[in-house]
Nanobody, 120 residues
Framework: QVQLVESGGDLVQPGASLRLSCAAS????????MGWWRQAPGKERELVAV??????TNYADSVKGRFTISRDNAKKTVLQMNSLKPEDTAVYYC???????????????WGKGTQVTVSS
């Protein structure tokens, strides 16, 4: 069984920084892309940032220049969020494309989410 566990969500003021982490555990052969998504109340889940296995990155236009995604090791990803705005308030979800075995197709796994609230 594979599990993804996020941490680092908090209530902060506008302009502050937060660092979200997501660690995968369980029987894992390899992890392809790692990503962060977010969902604000009443809105659809949206992609925030993604990093591939060869560390190519892509960001939503709304977070470019403020957020940075990285792979901390083979099973962990970090989202550094700077200059936070009230519109960044959402539940942030970690997503990883994981192959559990050397044969068979990889599939997407999701964490349960961590709340980020930006408010004065």
């Amino acid at each position: 069984q594979v599990q993804l566990v996020e941490s680092g969500g908090d209530l902060v003021q506008p302009g502050a920084s937060l660092r979200l982490s997501c660690a995968a555990s369980g029987a894992i052969f390899e992890i392809n892309a790692m990503g962060w998504w977010r969902q604000a109340p009443g809105k659809e889940r949206e992609l925030v940032a993604v990093i591939t296995s060869d560390e190519n990155t892509n960001y939503a236009d709304s977070v470019k220049g403020r957020f940075t995604i990285s792979r901390d090791n083979a099973k962990k990803t970090v989202l550094q969020m700077n200059s936070l705005k009230p519109e960044d308030t959402a539940v942030y979800y970690c997503n990883m494309n994981i192959a559990r075995f050397s044969i068979g197709s990889p599939r997407d796994y999701w964490g349960k989410g961590t709340q980020v609230t930006v408010s004065s």
